[in-house]
């Protein structure tokens, strides 16, 4: 098998396009699960701390990534393994629910395919490495915080933690890989996890005491951080530069034609994400071509 992936890149790809398909059904459940745990775990905290008595009663029965199985949101129908197929199952019911059809949200293909998508310019941009398993790692751990961002304007620890510990530990096995994408030498990704952090930091704090407002969250300084472990200090300026920008035309756009109240925040983790991704994948071509032009 590993010897078909190396001979057939067509095929490599096509293995890791349906691989990720089924990653982005789980990542689906994670999006919408995670940040369920999180609210109830600080419910059960600020209710032991303050002893008093709950605002609406807690469900007592497990609720994790695993259980309980998945469920129609409308009617409470357990899905089948044949109708919980990514993109398939979708087309074949139509969009609606087997049991009470109601409509099932477009999210859900669309989280699948563009895991799958991701996935698959990782393998194509990399081919049958250890940098091709790092890279869909990230990308699987990036698709996961955007959405969650997107949704709840939350960047979970258990994600964004793991991710920065991650790319430190990679960083240790940069002489034996020579690469010069990922797997960074051990100074670089402690100076990019460090300044990654602080940066954004300063900004909100600078924000914070000129306006007496919070600009961001701090989970956009982890994900910064995270993304600077990975791809090392050098990387920051291309990553906060393409963040910043497309997030002004995204969200002067949002309130020109859509008249987005300025007072409602606008996730920034998105952009961060989307910019790390494209970093990882052509980092150093952005930054060559940059200074040419400079120059």
Not at 82 to 100: F, R, T
Not at 102 to 131: H, K, N, Q
Not at 182 to 191: C, G, M, R
Not at 242 to 265: D, Q
Request: charged content about 15%; overall charge negative.
């Amino acid at each position: 098998m590993f010897e078909l992936f190396t001979q057939s890149a067509p095929v490599f790809i096509a293995v890791v396009f349906a691989f990720a398909l089924v990653i982005g059904s789980f990542l689906n459940v994670v999006i919408y699960r995670l940040p369920i745990m999180m609210e109830r775990e600080w419910r059960e905290q600020c209710e032991e701390l303050g002893k008093t008595a709950p605002i609406q009663e807690m469900p007592k029965d497990r609720f994790d990534l695993i259980v309980p199985r998945s469920r129609c949101p409308s009617c409470g129908h357990t899905i089948k393994a044949w109708q919980n197929i990514p993109v398939i199952s979708y087309l074949v019911l139509g969009g609606k629910c087997a049991n009470c059809s109601e409509s099932i949200s477009a999210r859900y293909p669309l989280v699948e395919m563009l895991t799958a998508l991701l996935a698959a310019l990782c393998a194509w941009r990399f081919g049958v490495d250890w940098e091709f398993v790092m890279a869909i790692i990230m990308t699987f751990a990036l698709v996961a915080i955007s959405v969650i961002d997107a949704d709840t304007q939350l960047i979970p620890d258990s994600i964004v933690l793991p991710l920065m510990w991650i790319g430190l530990l990679m960083s240790l096995f940069h002489p034996m890989a020579g690469s010069e994408t990922l797997f960074i030498a051990p100074k670089d990704a402690i100076v990019g996890a460090t300044a990654g952090y602080l940066s954004l930091w300063s900004v909100y704090q600078l924000f914070k005491l000129v306006t007496g407002k919070e600009g961001m969250g701090y989970g956009d300084f982890k994900l910064l951080a995270a993304l600077g472990a990975w791809l090392g200090w050098q990387q920051l300026p291309v990553i906060i530069l393409m963040s910043a920008v497309v997030g002004a035309v995204v969200g002067i756009s949002m309130m020109v034609f859509k008249r987005h109240e300025r007072s409602v925040p606008i996730p920034f983790g998105p952009y961060l994400a989307g910019a790390g991704w494209i970093t990882m994948l052509w980092g150093d071509a952005i930054m060559k071509t940059y200074l040419d032009l400079m120059i």
